[in-house]
């Protein structure tokens, strides 16, 4: 299991079963203290137990941007209500629905019987798989990095960080053989190193990229100026819809956060219409896809490294899309460090959507409009009815110190390498 996969599970929620779904889905939280943020010993599903698990979110994907269409009368104006499960997981999908159902099958048949009054425990698991939707694009923050690596690399630190406060004048030639003390009845299994089959995959996509660039550069060269001034022509008239932020939504939204160190977010939001949108969409999740897995490598997705995981899942015959992710800090700070360090990102990512402020040329604009750019997140920013996140108070930064940590305890560093192990811990 050495990498890291997403499981995503969406299906229609039957008619009046939101209310009753939305609190049985409370009854799993902390609440009334952190509304949203999972117990993970709660007798319906024991988020705890579930091995391999980085992230766990049930959001019901209730879209307040639909009233938008009704200047596009070629979408429809109305969508079901969805309920999505989102898990971020060590292995394949598979691998993450089996766990999921090994130790929470009658808990996943209470929950999804809100969907479909004919879900027991005995077809659960054809049922979800099934209903199971892929992500367009999907970011992880260190591939590779399992839950269990992440668990046993926080120990290590917390008791070396004992030993360090315990002894705080000891030399770092003193402090070694205290330090391989606490580490030495800590468990501290391998990394785990990709099989053949999968470095294989990961070759043959990596080639995909700049094969299929060279492939279509016959037809895309000459058409290139038509597709430069049918995106122009879209540019200056596409409608910008970012309502100001309600303080009452924003009280609702702002009670679910900051109850950690790290945060969950969910969007919902409609494609422009049209083919050329649409496709045009496609194309630059698909190559945001192959950039996370190949490029984004190391702890960081373009210049910001704050993120744990991402993913952008289309819904409704791809009329709409579902933006995920866990990051550390607060929203305000979240949109801040994407806006001011990376904003074409955003406006390649995100401005096929429908109200996107304008951009110019794809790139510019957009999210620099920063006013207009927070107006419209905020409108399609969903509540996370249930959140779980097993790794409570480790940030981004403290996973990769932690592993960091581990791989020069295991060169046993002497020197200037020791000092600097030690003035790290």
Sequence with gaps: MARQSLLAVAATVRDHAIPELEALLRTMTRAPEAPGQADPDNPIIP??????????????????????????????????????????GDGSPEDILHRLLRTAR??????????????TGTNIAAW???????????????????????????????????VRLAHPDTSPEELWPLLRAAAQDLPLSPPVRPA???????????????????????????????????????ETRDRVIAPRPSRTRNAMLSSLEDHDVTNPYSAIGSLK??????????????????????????????????????????????RRVFFASNYDGSREAYNDDFINKVAFGLNLSFSNGLGYPRTDWLVRGGARHERDFK???????????????????????????????RATYERRPTGAELARFVAEI
């Excluded at 996943?108 to 009054?117: Q, W, Y």
């Excluded at 209903?131 to 046993?152: I, L, M, T």
């Excluded at 492939?215 to 290139?224: G, K, T, W």
């Design 128 to 162: 979800m798989d099934r209903h199971r939707v892929r992500s367009a694009a999907n970011y992880v923050n260190w591939p590779g990095r399992s839950a269990r690596q992440v668990r046993e690399e926080a120990r290590l630190h917390e008791a070396w960080l004992a």
């Design 375 to 405: 107006w419209y997140l905020f409108h399609h920013q969903i509540p996370t009815q249930l959140w779980y996140n097993p790794f409570r108070g480790l940030t981004t930064y403290d996973m990769a110190r932690n592993a960091r940590l």
């Design 196 to 234: 053949l089959a999968e470095r294989l995959g990961n070759l043959i996509h990596l080639l995909s990229l700049p094969v299929l660039a060279l492939l279509s550069l016959p037809v895309l060269l000459p058409a290139l100026p038509v597709l430069i001034v049918m995106l122009r022509r879209r």
């Design 273 to 318: 219409p049209g083919r050329f949108r649409r496709w045009l969409a496609i194309v630059i999740l698909w190559i945001i896809d192959w950039g996370a897995r190949h490029i984004y490598r190391s702890g960081r997705l373009a210049r910001v490294n704050t993120i744990h995981f991402a993913s952008w899942t289309f819904l409704d015959d791809k």
């Design 47 to 88: 988020f705890g137990q579930i091995e391999g698990v980085h992230f766990l979110r049930f959001v019901l994907l209730e879209d307040p941007s639909l009233p938008d269409r009704a200047a596009y009368p070629r979408l429809p104006a109305y969508e079901p209500t969805r309920l999505m499960l989102m898990v971020d």
């Design 106 to 119: 009658e808990g996943l048949v209470r929950v999804f019987i809100h969907c479909d009054a004919t879900v």
